[in-house]
């Protein structure tokens, strides 16, 4: 009997699909780097999403207009379940201008006939 | 038997060490496909997401936790991104609503979001889950009702979660 249930639990754990996207923090805070005017705030991503190994991060303004930064890579490969921390770097001169920092997962196109879920989490400088 | 059982037991006990594990809690909010979209082919010249055509309707689930922080906005589709090449028009509809909520008080998402163009948006006011079912078709032949050629669709839903 516990035997029975036991495989069940497994066979249900294995049959549900994580697929998901998160990036921490909600609202991160800019602090001081190595370099003289450029601050620095450091992410956190999580890929909990099968279908997606690449994400794309970018800066922009409150009006949604790209704001120039610099962090080791702007596209980054991130495998399934995988984890990373990365820091972003802005001018001083930028800072108040920047508003949000995103991550956005870029799909591969596929033969399959599903449809295709892209998605992107803003964070926000308070 | 029982000395060498009881010497096991100490040696074991002796060895134990502790392991700690460490958690952060921090506000998120975590975009998740909980069911991939497919479209039927009811006709020659449309492709739908509607279940009674033979289609499946996209999920996407939101989990927030933290109240009043955030705001989704999906996007349903006007293109494919895989697809034949097409000669001739396609007209797209969708829709975007509220499937599912984790909480009583997330009851007036869909009255309170706000449309525009192919986009609707949500203020995620109350800490919890919520599921979005979108809708889409396309019809082929600009109101002329032309077949589509054979060949594999897809097309791409767009979700966001941004922080206010």
């Keep these: 009997m516990i035997k029975t249930l036991l495989v069940l639990l497994l066979f249900s754990a294995l049959s549900e699909r994580v697929e998901a996207h998160e990036m921490v923090p909600t609202y991160p805070q800019w602090g001081p780097s190595h370099v003289q005017g450029v601050l620095k705030t450091q992410m956190e991503m999580f890929n909990k999403r099968q279908d997606v190994e690449y994400y794309e991060v970018g800066v922009f303004d409150k009006d949604w207009k790209a704001v120039p930064f610099v962090s080791s890579y702007k596209l980054f490969r991130l495998k399934y379940l995988g984890h990373v921390k990365f820091d972003i770097y802005v001018r001083a001169d930028d800072v108040d201008r920047a508003e949000y920092v995103c991550s956005k997962s870029k799909l591969r196109g596929g033969s399959s006939a599903e449809t295709m879920l892209s998605s992107r989490i803003c964070s926000r400088f308070k | 038997m029982k000395k060498i059982a009881l010497a096991l037991l100490i040696a074991g006990t002796a060895q134990a060490a502790e392991i700690p594990i460490v ?131 897809r097309a791409m839903v767009v979700a966001e979660c941004i922080a206010k």
């Design chain 2, 23 to 153: 958690g952060t809690v921090q506000s998120r909010c975590v975009i998740n496909t909980d069911t991939a979209g497919v479209y039927g082919n009811p006709n020659a010249y449309t492709l739908t997401t509607t279940p009674a055509d033979g289609g499946v309707l996209p999920v996407v689930r939101y989990d927030v936790s933290l109240a009043d922080a955030y705001k989704a906005k999906i996007t349903y589709p006007t293109s494919f991104s895989t697809s034949p090449s097409l000669s001739d028009m396609v007209t797209w509809t969708g829709s975007v609503t509220v499937q599912e909520v984790s909480n009583v008080n997330m009851a007036d998402y869909d009255t309170d979001a706000v449309t525009y163009d192919q986009t609707k948006e949500y203020d995620l006011t109350v800490t919890g889950t919520t599921w979005f079912k979108v809708a889409s078709s396309a019809t082929y032949g600009g109101g002329g009702n032309k077949a589509f050629p054979g060949g594999t669709y």
